[in-house]
């Protein structure tokens, strides 16, 4: 039996000596292997736990952007944000420590913004006015 064994392993080994493999491939392989193998550094904005407000959302564009502007006009030194999540479009404001920041703000923007809530997310470091 071992006899058998050590004759047909002898027997695939002297065919495999002989074969030639050809690799085909294509030139778009190396392309992308080298767009996956890049390091992309992490974000260097810091950030830290705090609250924004999400005034509205909606799947068109425009009436963000129209919301957006009205917005900016009333609180010009007040950063917003547009996040997309298919299928809508979402506005938040501010980068507040507190909760309390975030509800003077609402008070304020509840007029136009009759939906708008406070929202605990990760917000980056307020702006320091002098």
Known sequence: MKNVILIISFALVSF??????????????DDLVKALSQVIPPATAPEISGYRLQLTFDTS??????ARSRFAAMFPKVDTYVEFIAPHYFLK???FRTQLEA??????????????FVVKEKINLPRIDQ
């Open 16 to 29: 495999a000596g002989n074969t030639q493999v050809t690799i085909v491939k294509d030139s778009r392989i």
């Open 61 to 66: 564009k425009g009436s963000i952007d129209d």
């Open 103 to 116: 509800e003077k703000v609402k008070a304020a923007t509840t007029q136009q913004f009759p939906t708008c």
């Open 93 to 95: 404001v501010g980068d």
